[in-house]
Every structure is written in C-alpha cells, then in structure tokens.
C-alpha cells in the first residue's frame, strides 16, 4: 500500500522568502513522487515528478523537489516566493504497477506582500 | 475537445436521490480516473479506468458508488440514494497511458451538495 502525509495544512511566507512544503510517503514498491498545484479557480496541474535517475528534480516557476529515500521525503522547494505562488499543493505517490496517483491532504500556500 | 470536460458544475440533491456524474476526457487518453476532494482530505482516489475496463475501483466508497466507461471515452460516475457526507467536489482526470508514466489533467470538477 503505499500513502502519503504532507505536513501543515496551511504556510504562509513573505514575498520573497523561501517556501519549503513538507512531503512523506509510504511505499512497499520504488515509488513515484509528484507534485501538483491548483491555483484559485483553476484545475489542478503537474509541477513536478520524480520517476527513477536524479533525485533533484526541477519543476515549473521555479520549484524543485528531491527525493530522499532515507528519510521518505519529497519536499518541494522555492528560494524566493512571488504572489502569484499562492495556491494549493497537492503531493502524490504512484509506482509502475499500479497505474493511479495516491494524494496528500494539500498544503495551501499564502504569500504574504 | 481542448480539455476534459465535467458535467453539470453544480449539483444539489435531496437526501436519498440518485445522482450522475459526467466526464469527457482528452481525445485520445486512454486512461481516466475519478477523484473525490472533500475540505481537509485531500483528494480521495474513487476508481480508474483503462479503456473501458476498471482495474482497480477499490477506492469507491460504499456499494451505492458505481462508475462505468463505454468507448474508451466518457465516463459517469453514479452515486445511489446519496448521503450528506457524499458532498464534495468530484474530479476527473485524464491521461495517455497511466498517471504514473504521463501527467494527468483534471477537470473543473462537479461540486455535489446533497441536503
């Protein structure tokens, strides 16, 4: 079975600041890591993934996430929040047997001027 | 069509009424998959389709939760004699392959209220 927990609900930063939203999983199998975004009013969209090779992967806007196997993490990153960051973000784990995306609860991210 | 398309937007239903739920994925995409987000959980995986097949739909709630797939396309998801706790926005995502080798886009959703 595999899971995922993302850690605070909500995260609030200064404009410029850095954003870090925790992500661990739970997985039997090598896992596949992803993070999507929905952005107010908006359907939700891939970010960023990790499938096998690098474990810092770099996504759109600016983010990035590496995969530590050691620490089941797979934390996304930013070094300087802009405005137009805020939104939800969703983390999600699947493998190459099961064909579906597991899902976190969401972080909703503020970014504060 | 341009993206995947849910149908109706909104919904309100009375306790107890059967409802369905519609979903045009991406030309071409021959998987799809149906999410529940409710406040504070997250999404929710219902089920997933490949083609016309369900192989794996252990995400369904109850037995009043059904979903089927005709032509490799549209897809509705039918929930029976529905339940307050059933309200929350149904989501529907496509892909090429699976989620896991190739991205998913999501629909707008089908916010379900039922009162």
């Known amino acids: 079975a595999q899971s995922v927990t993302q850690l605070g609900s909500h995260v609030s930063v200064s404009e410029g600041a850095l954003v870090l939203l925790r992500c661990n999983y739970s997985?039997?199998?090598?896992?596949?890591l992803f993070w999507y975004v929905q952005y107010p009013n908006q359907g939700l969209q891939l970010l960023l993934k990790?499938?096998?090779?690098?474990?810092l992967v770099k996504g759109i806007n600016g983010f990035e996430a590496e995969f530590k196997k050691s620490e089941t993490s797979f934390h996304l990153t930013k070094p300087s929040a802009h405005m137009s960051d805020a939104a939800e973000y969703f983390c999600a784990v699947g493998s190459s047997n099961t064909g579906k995306l597991i899902f976190g609860q969401g972080t909703t991210l503020q970014v504060k001027p | 069509g341009a993206g995947v398309s849910q149908s109706p937007s909104n919904k309100v239903t009375e306790k107890g009424k059967d409802v369905e739920l519609r979903c045009d994925p991406i030309s071409g995409h021959t998987a799809l998959y149906w999410y529940r987000q409710s406040l504070g959980q997250g999404l929710e995986f219902l089920i997933y389709f490949q083609g016309n097949s369900a192989p794996d739909k252990s995400g369904l709630p109850s037995d009043r939760f059904s979903a089927e797939r005709t032509g490799g396309s549209v897809s509705t998801l039918t929930i029976q004699r529905t339940q307050q706790e059933d309200s929350a926005v149904y989501l529907c995502?496509?892909?090429?392959?699976?989620?896991?080798?190739?991205?998913?886009?999501f629909g707008s959703g089908t916010q379900l209220s039922v009162l």
């Open positions: 990790y499938t096998t090779g690098a474990t």
């Open positions: 995502a496509s892909s090429m392959q699976t989620a896991t080798n190739e991205k998913l886009f």
């Open positions: 997985s039997s199998v090598p896992p596949y």
